[in-house]
């Protein structure tokens, strides 16, 4: 396989058009699921009437815990534009349940999933799931003959037409990084679900009442993972309806104002360069969210992982464990972000002296 550039067509002519839409307002709050519907509409609406055909991507989940955009607004577009839209859902987080998947593959929607978020595998080890009638469409169809610098024959199903212009190429580094992904599943789905939801809840209740209670902290506001569109509304609690990841803001601790994206991500550099000694617990990268103003700001997040969840799920002395590691990471967090404020307001009082 050649080098190949950044952005570079498959096939010279035939690039794809993308739209974002934002799930936030500017200033970090949510926008109405009704807002952001009618939005899509609207796109799609302008792609139809050119003769396209859509793809809309639904993340489940996101860097700060959302999927977005809701289920019930995915259906009702779907059923709207039917063999004009296709649905993919981005699930490359990996927080959802098997259960989760094959309603997804049962709507007629393809599924995008990686080992290297949840499941704590090596990164670039991704997959796309693809429900039977996609599979029909997919399966006769040639393509670009440069999909050959991307992937082989063993990257593809056996009974795809797209096999027949690629090298027989064993991608080694593929598959031993989803075993290691898959080790870690393997070890999450033999754990009960009763278990997985009481500790799932546990460890929520633990953080979200230090996040909302500690002054050094601003939780990001966020919302129920809801997928009773799949299941109908009478359907009984499950474990990847809890949250595994929790964003928040943090605040100077001398005047209570937010800090920017800039002090945030070296707040996030102060304690990579420390090491926090937590080896599973984990701190997530500064996520970009919000504007204070005419001031960016960013989110930073407690990433639960699922070898996390299996190691918390042996005992109750080993729930408690995990429970202190994440109140230790968050300890000193606000400890990083009061020196931080505190190197600030020294400069600040030296300026104006």
Not at 129 to 149: I, N, V
Not at 188 to 214: H, K, M, P, Y
């Amino acid at each position: 396989a050649r080098t190949v550039a950044k952005g570079e067509e498959l096939r010279p002519g035939n690039a794809t058009r993308n739209a974002t839409i934002a799930v936030r307002n500017k200033d970090g709050s949510l926008r109405a699921d009704s807002e952001v519907e009618e939005e899509l509409r609207g796109l799609i609406e302008l792609a139809r009437a050119a003769g396209l055909r859509c793809l809309l991507v639904v993340t489940d989940v996101s860097k700060t815990s959302l999927l977005a955009p809701g289920l019930e607004t995915v259906l009702r577009l779907k059923e709207r534009f039917r063999t004009v839209l296709d649905i993919m859902i981005d699930a490359c987080q990996f927080r959802l349940s098997a259960a989760t998947i094959r309603a997804y593959l049962a709507h007629g929607f393809m599924v995008a999933l990686t080992g290297s978020k949840f499941l704590a595998g090596p990164i670039f080890s991704g997959a796309l799931l693809c429900p039977p009638q996609m599979s029909a469409r997919f399966k006769s169809r040639m393509l670009p003959a440069a999909l050959a610098d991307y992937c082989g024959k063993a990257e593809w199903p056996e009974d795809w037409a797209a096999r027949d212009t690629l090298p027989d190429r064993a991608n080694l580094g593929l598959l031993l990084r989803w075993k290691a992904a898959l080790f870690e599943l393997e070890r999450l789905v033999g754990v009960a679900e009763d278990r997985l939801i009481a500790v799932l809840s546990a460890f929520t209740d633990a953080v979200s009442d230090r996040l909302a209670n500690d002054p050094a902290f601003e939780p990001l506001q966020s919302r129920p993972l809801d997928r009773r569109a799949l299941w109908g509304a009478s359907s009984a609690l499950r474990w990847d309806e809890i949250p595994s990841i929790f964003s928040f803001y943090l605040r100077n601790c001398t005047n209570g104002a937010m800090l920017t994206a800039t002090e945030m991500a070296a707040v996030y550099k102060d304690l990579a360069a420390g090491g926090n000694g937590v080896a599973l617990v984990r701190l997530g990268q500064p996520v970009r969210c919000a504007d204070f103003g005419d001031v960016p700001a960013s989110a930073l997040r407690i990433c639960l992982s699922a070898p996390l969840v299996a190691a918390a799920s042996r005992s109750d002395e080993a729930f408690g464990a995990v429970v202190a590691q994440a109140m230790l990471v968050l300890d000193r967090t606000a400890e990083a972000a009061a020196r931080l404020s505190d190197g600030s307001n020294a400069r600040e009082m030296r300026r104006s002296a």
